[in-house]
Nanobody
């Protein structure tokens, strides 16, 4: 029903920047909140940043002041601008969307396939 496709990951040196994008497509009524999560090997998936349909945001303490989440509702796309990257930011980053069904009174979470971010010198 809904597909989320991430892009923008890669290898970057400490202190560098990357911009992740996640585009939603498929059949749905509306996208409510969207967010970025990350998961390092052997660790739990954790919230990085979250944005509501109205534009309210929140961030993990570890990325506050360095990362910025934004969304373009017309393009059904959420972005994560990552600045001052640190080695501990290395993880697979996953896009998440809280989606309302086109045909049913229900909401569902959808996940992208993930994009690798590696911060290393």
């Amino acid at each position: 029903q809904v597909q989320l496709v991430e892009s923008g990951g890669g290898l970057v040196q400490p202190g560098g920047s990357l911009r992740l994008s996640c585009a939603a497509s498929g059949i749905y009524s509306s996208i409510n909140a969207m967010g970025w999560y990350r998961q390092a090997p052997g660790k739990q998936r954790e919230l990085v940043a979250h944005i509501t349909s109205g534009g309210s945001t929140n961030y993990a303490d570890s990325v506050k002041g360095r990362f910025t989440i934004s969304r373009d509702n017309a393009r059904n796309t959420v972005y994560l601008q990552m600045n001052s990257l640190k080695p501990e930011d290395t993880a697979v980053y996953y896009c998440n969307a809280d989606v309302s069904s086109r045909y049913y009174t229900r909401r569902s979470d959808y996940w992208g396939q993930g994009t690798q971010v590696t911060v290393s010198s």
